[in-house]
């Protein structure tokens, strides 16, 4: 079945430092991707995505590109702020449903 | 536009007891879906309803949940007979048609807490 493999957390960086955080998947056809953001104790908001290989998803800073050669959807920003902190969580959709990955939680420290 | 509505945002149950969630859709959506996060895990999902209809629910516990989402009113999620594992946040969210290149937008959540 599908499923989404995320880099494991926390990860914890200064501010202004480069962000990558690791999303792999395994699907079968050929999924839409997605980067969902959650702060604490509320819902999920979507950050960016990408509905096929090649496309480049962005927003707020954050961009990641759906690469089916490695089944990849790597998210990454520049340089990251305190607001940034959250959990990210990677997931696709296919048919009637999103499988999400687990999560990570990133801190940012001023 | 309002998002997508769910209420309550929290609640407490004892053991045995019955919990329901509601969901209000966004505006012209017809496709709800429902979402489980257990504590410190990821999304799980649950089911998958348009109005009337039950489409998927390959993730729902065979025994003490139920969905629905009638023709009027919101969707709603039911646990009988509450117990300590189902204490979970759950996410209801909702599209205007079958996701896939279809965004899905996710209410806030409501926080279930089984004493």
């Known amino acids: 079945g599908d499923s989404v493999t995320q880099m494991e957390g926390p990860v914890t960086l200064s501010e202004e430092a480069f962000l990558t955080i690791n999303c792999t998947y395994t699907?079968?056809?050929?999924?839409?991707l997605f980067w969902y953001v959650q702060y604490p104790g509320e819902g999920l908001q979507l950050l960016l995505k990408?509905?096929?290989?090649?496309d480049k998803g962005s927003n707020k800073g954050f961009e990641a590109t759906y690469r089916k050669e490695t089944t990849s959807f790597h998210l990454e920003k520049g340089s990251v702020q305190v607001s940034d902190s959250a959990v990210y969580f990677c997931?696709?959709?296919?048919?009637?449903?999103?499988?999400f990955g687990e999560g990570t939680q990133l801190t940012v420290n001023p | 536009n309002a998002g997508v509505m769910q209420n309550p945002r929290h609640l407490v149950r004892r053991r045995g007891q019955e919990a329901r969630l509601r969901c209000s859709p966004m505006?012209?959506?017809?496709?709800v879906y429902w979402y489980r996060q257990l504590p410190e895990e990821g999304l799980k999902f649950m089911v998958y309803?348009?109005?009337?209809?039950?489409?998927?629910e390959s993730g729902m516990p065979k025994e003490r949940f139920s969905a629905e989402f009638p023709k009027e009113g919101p969707s709603i999620l039911r646990i009988q007979q509450v117990v300590r594992g189902d204490s979970a946040a759950y996410f209801c969210?909702?599209?205007?048609?079958?996701?896939?290149?279809?965004?899905?937008?996710f209410g806030e959540g409501s926080w279930l807490t089984v004493v």
């Open positions: 969210a909702s599209s205007p048609g079958l996701m896939g290149g279809n965004t899905i937008y």
């Open positions: 699907a079968t056809g050929y999924p839409s």
């Open positions: 990408a509905t096929k290989a090649d």
């Open positions: 997931a696709l959709s296919s048919g009637s449903r999103l499988t």
């Open positions: 505006k012209g959506h017809s496709h």
């Open positions: 309803l348009q109005k009337e209809n039950i489409i998927d």
